[in-house]
């Protein structure tokens, strides 16, 4: 008996309080499902705008953990087929969805990567989760009616599912060849400053809403 009170006055000792009767919940998780421009493509990861997510979050005292689950090259096919293990994995509060930007250069049909966008923010915004849908654009070589189609998939999709949108992660860095890499398709260091910009006032709001 003795050895017993022994124990548990160790543990009164060595424990803040509270601590014995429960751990402390996990951070609720924002998950980041994009293709290499999320995923930091050409530059050193930490300069990446998923990375400066992070940083931002905690100068602000939001006690969130990002999930960067982007992949270089990623169709919206591919996301779809890899979407169902990543929210079982993580159990992500927000999704914040990028993709569709492959599918574009590649000049795959439209309604394909519409339908894909589309089951993926179902899928995500199952079980209350948040979603926040990325806009991309593409290059006017492509011309005027497949560039316009492209960007209005994002925004039918928006409305359809009454998420949030960021018309186009590169608005302010496309169009400046000093914040792009030589590629002229992805975000060089930068400008992944302004990709986080362009976001954060969108993922704002989603941040203070309570899981259903």
Same mark, same amino acid.
């Given at each position: 008996?003795?050895?017993?009170?022994?124990?548990?006055?160790?543990?009164?000792?060595?424990?803040?309080?509270?601590?014995?009767?429960?751990?402390?919940?996990?951070?609720?998780?924002?998950?980041?499902?994009?293709?290499?421009?999320?995923?930091?493509? &050409?530059? #050193?990861?930490?300069? !990446?705008?998923?990375? $400066? *997510?992070?940083?931002?979050?905690?100068?602000?005292? @939001? +006690?969130? %953990?990002?999930?960067?689950?982007?992949?270089?090259?990623?169709?919206?096919?591919?996301?779809?087929?890899?979407?169902?293990?990543?929210?079982?994995?993580?159990?992500?509060?927000?999704?914040?969805?990028?993709?569709?930007?492959?599918?574009?250069?590649?000049?795959?049909?439209?309604?394909?990567?519409?339908?894909?966008?589309?089951?993926?923010? &179902?899928? #995500?915004?199952?079980? !209350?989760?948040?979603? $926040? *849908?990325?806009?991309?654009?593409?290059?006017?070589? @492509? +011309?005027? %009616?497949?560039?316009?189609?492209?960007?209005?998939?994002?925004?039918?999709?928006?409305?359809?599912?009454?998420?949030?949108?960021?018309?186009?992660?590169?608005?302010?860095?496309?169009?400046?060849?000093?914040?792009?890499?030589?590629?002229?398709?992805?975000?060089?260091?930068?400008?992944?400053?302004?990709?986080?910009?362009?976001?954060?006032?969108?993922?704002?709001?989603?941040?203070?809403?309570?899981?259903?």
């Amino acid at each position: 008996m003795s050895r017993v009170i022994g124990i548990l006055s160790f543990l009164w000792l060595v424990l803040p309080p509270g601590a014995a009767r429960a751990a402390a919940p996990p951070a609720p998780v924002i998950l980041v499902f994009g293709d290499s421009i999320s995923a930091g493509y &050409g530059i #050193a990861p930490e300069s !990446g705008w998923v990375n $400066l *997510l992070s940083s931002r979050l905690r100068q602000e005292g @939001y +006690g969130f %953990r990002v999930v960067n689950a982007s992949v270089s090259g990623e169709t919206s096919t591919g996301g779809l087929a890899r979407l169902p293990r990543a929210l079982a994995a993580h159990h992500p509060r927000i999704v914040i969805i990028e993709l569709g930007g492959n599918d574009g250069l590649r000049g795959l049909p439209l309604d394909n990567t519409r339908a894909n966008l589309d089951a993926m923010i &179902g899928l #995500a915004a199952h079980h !209350g989760r948040s979603v $926040l *849908l990325l806009g991309l654009r593409m290059p006017p070589n @492509y +011309g005027e %009616r497949y560039t316009r189609g492209f960007a209005d998939n994002y925004a039918v999709l928006a409305h359809a599912h009454r998420v949030p949108l960021v018309p186009f992660l590169l608005e302010g860095v496309a169009d400046q060849p000093t914040l792009m890499q030589g590629d002229r398709l992805h975000p060089n260091e930068r400008g992944q400053p302004v990709l986080l910009d362009n976001v954060w006032p969108v993922l704002k709001p989603l941040l203070r809403v309570q899981p259903h």
